[in-house]
């Protein structure tokens, strides 16, 4: 069966710092992958989606960026991290098939400060 | 992707149905009908999904009306477990772009003694 995992589980991190977040999918090969976010009190917003090494596309203009090095992971970065970059953020992933379901990862919970 | 209404919240007493209704009225022929729910500080769970026939698991039920405008998440003997914001999001069935999922606000579930 597949699994996904993303971690840390939570952070704290100073304003200006640097931000990486990691996803790894198991069990499925050539998975579309997703990264959300999910201010509190809001709704999840799409930031990152990839279907494939190296593709990636951006959804809204902001202070992250996406890599996917290898098939099965995906990482959300960072260079300086601000206060509004706070939140919830989730990782996903699908099949390439038609019709595919997302499924999610637990999250990560950051905090700026 | 078509737009969802949801009601911002309902109430249902443990071990009576949940119904959740969903109004999709523009939606398109090739979009489905998904369904997530999302528990405090978790990642959101699929629950179902459905094109235009009713669907069923073990889970919840899924009842699409013939016009496909809207559609009721039945949870059959709900749980305080079952407490939780739950989404209905309309998608394209096509796969790589396409396989966007695009939150609302959801209703947030109330289960009570």
């Known amino acids: 069966s597949q699994t996904i995992h993303q971690w840390p589980a939570t952070l704290v991190q100073p304003v200006g710092s640097p931000l990486s977040l990691e996803c790894t999918v198991e069990g499925t090969s050539n998975p579309n992958l997703y990264w959300y976010r999910q201010a509190a009190g809001r709704g999840l917003q799409l930031l990152f989606y990839?279907?494939?090494?190296?593709?990636i596309s951006s959804e809204v203009p902001q202070n992250l960026s996406a890599s996917r090095p290898q098939d099965r992971q995906f990482i959300l970065s960072s260079k300086k991290l601000l206060l509004s970059d706070s939140g919830f953020y989730l990782c996903?992933?699908?099949?390439?098939?038609?019709?595919?379901?997302?499924?999610f990862g637990e999250g990560s919970w950051l905090t700026v400060v | 992707d078509a737009k969802t209404t949801q009601p911002p919240s309902m109430d249902c007493a443990e071990g009576r149905a949940a119904n959740l209704p969903c109004n999709h009225s523009t939606i398109s022929g090739n979009e489905y009908v998904y369904w997530y729910r999302q528990i405090h500080s978790q990642g959101p769970q699929y629950i179902i999904h459905g094109l235009k026939n009713n669907e069923t698991n073990e889970m919840a039920s899924l009842i699409i009306t013939e016009d496909r405008k809207s559609s009721t998440l039945i949870l059959p003997h709900a749980t305080l477990r079952d407490t939780a914001v739950y989404y209905c999001?309309?998608?394209?069935?096509?796969?790589?772009?396409?396989?966007?999922?695009?939150f609302g606000t959801g209703t947030r579930l109330q289960v009570t003694l």
């Open positions: 990839s279907v494939g090494i190296g593709q």
């Open positions: 996903a992933w699908s099949s390439s098939a038609p019709g595919n379901t997302i499924y």
């Open positions: 999001i309309s998608r394209p069935g096509a796969s790589g772009t396409a396989s966007k999922l695009t």
